[in-house]
């Protein structure tokens, strides 16, 4: 986590505010108590209860200063026989590159859980670069990603583009079912484009006590995929950035978390979440017991929107099919809002399609209707900040 000093000349003091009450307006709907209740952890992690992560006092492989994380982690999974859950501690220290995690051994990655800003994995990748870039930045002279390493068929996918690489601008990309993640930071400091700091394409995903810091899209929960079941806790993490940056098709839970919006660019959109639900499921990002909050640019600037739907391959919001198109779903419950968010327009239009928000207040409505938005809130606190003069 990061510490911020207040001016000598302000303080600021917090204001609580009564949740917003049923059905809400026509830009900020809000659940009622019976609809809500469908709407839990364990209805989006379906039949998968995620076990609290385990720390050995001796873990099966070692990531010291100076080492390769996607060395060790090649090595860890080749040395196993698919089954068996394998711990890779990462010691302190300031870890230049990316690391893919590819095939089906359980793994456990973990630094510190008191204090996972000492184990800082970093790249700035942007999606605007291309092949070349990409190759010549992630792979130096071919050492890091070999044809018989288990992360090459991750890597030869993004350094075979012809264009932009896109959703590749990658630092940890998870393609691993079961895999957890705990005490680390992981950050991308592009500022150009999209550049995620960790991507998920798999299944029974775990991230706990870890720090993600980004631009935009920070987070990607199900991301190359839109049609499998890919579901994903995180609890305890801190996530920072200023465009959608927590986006995607999974089922995710997200609780204890903090959500930090903060001034990079300061133009344009600045937006929290952007789910892209396949139509068929009922169940897209939960976020619960959270903190959503900005830096001292966003705080009381009512600019940030909480959440838009990712319509994903709609290029136009004539071209959204309704039941057949992504349409993002997001219930905000119990959670605390400070004063950041946009008072005329709290979710957006739709990304790529531009289609406009909209959503229902009908007493009988239908939640699962794609003829409308699916951005919900239930049972939220409004935090207000007010300056103070010694």
Not at 82 to 108: C, D, F, S, W
Not at 225 to 239: K, P
């Amino acid at each position: 986590m990061k510490l911020f000093i207040l001016s000598t000349l302000l303080a600021l003091t917090w204001l609580r505010c009564g949740a917003l009450d049923y059905p809400g307006t026509e830009t900020r709907p809000i659940l009622s108590e019976e609809e809500a209740s469908q709407y839990t952890p364990e209805s989006y992690l379906s039949e998968w209860m995620p076990e609290d992560i385990a720390i050995p006092e001796e873990p099966d492989f070692e990531v010291q200063a100076g080492d390769s994380i996607q060395k060790v982690v090649n090595d860890a999974i080749r040395d196993s026989d698919g089954t068996r859950r394998i711990y890779i501690k990462i010691q302190a220290g300031h870890y230049m590159e990316t690391v893919y995690i590819n095939g089906e051994t359980p793994l456990t990655i973990f630094g510190d859980p008191d204090n996972p800003e000492n184990i800082h994995i970093m790249t700035n990748i942007s999606a605007q670069m291309r092949a070349a870039e990409y190759q010549s930045m992630v792979n130096e002279n071919g050492e890091r990603y070999q044809e018989d390493d288990p992360a090459w068929d991750l890597y030869n996918s993004c350094a075979s583009k012809t264009g932009v690489i896109g959703s590749c601008a990658t630092v940890l990309w998870v393609n691993s079912p079961e895999f957890q993640l705990q005490g680390v930071t992981i950050h991308n400091g592009a500022t150009d484009a999209q550049g995620i700091a960790i991507k998920t394409t798999s299944d029974k995903v775990h991230l706990k006590n870890c720090n993600f810091l980004g631009f935009q899209d920070t987070v990607g929960l199900g991301v190359d995929n839109g049609s499998q079941l890919e579901r994903v806790f995180v609890e305890r993490c801190y996530v920072e950035g200023e465009v959608d940056y927590v986006f995607g098709s999974a089922s995710a839970v997200l609780e204890n978390v903090v959500f930090r919006t903060v001034a990079i660019k300061t133009n344009g959109s600045q937006i929290i979440f952007a789910p892209s639900t396949a139509p068929t499921r009922s169940f897209g990002f939960l976020v619960i017991n959270s903190s959503i909050t900005g830096d001292s640019y966003y705080a009381t600037s009512h600019q940030v929107s909480l959440a838009r739907s990712w319509d994903r391959g709609i290029a136009s919001a004539d071209l959204y099919i309704p039941d057949e198109s992504p349409n993002g779903q997001l219930v905000i419950r119990e959670s605390t809002i400070e004063d950041i968010i946009n008072l005329e327009a709290p979710y957006s239009a739709a990304a790529t399609s531009s289609r406009p928000f909209k959503t229902d207040l009908k007493p009988d409505r239908n939640l699962d209707d794609n003829t409308h938005n699916r951005l919900w809130e239930f049972n939220n606190m409004e935090v207000a900040k007010t300056p103070i003069s010694h």
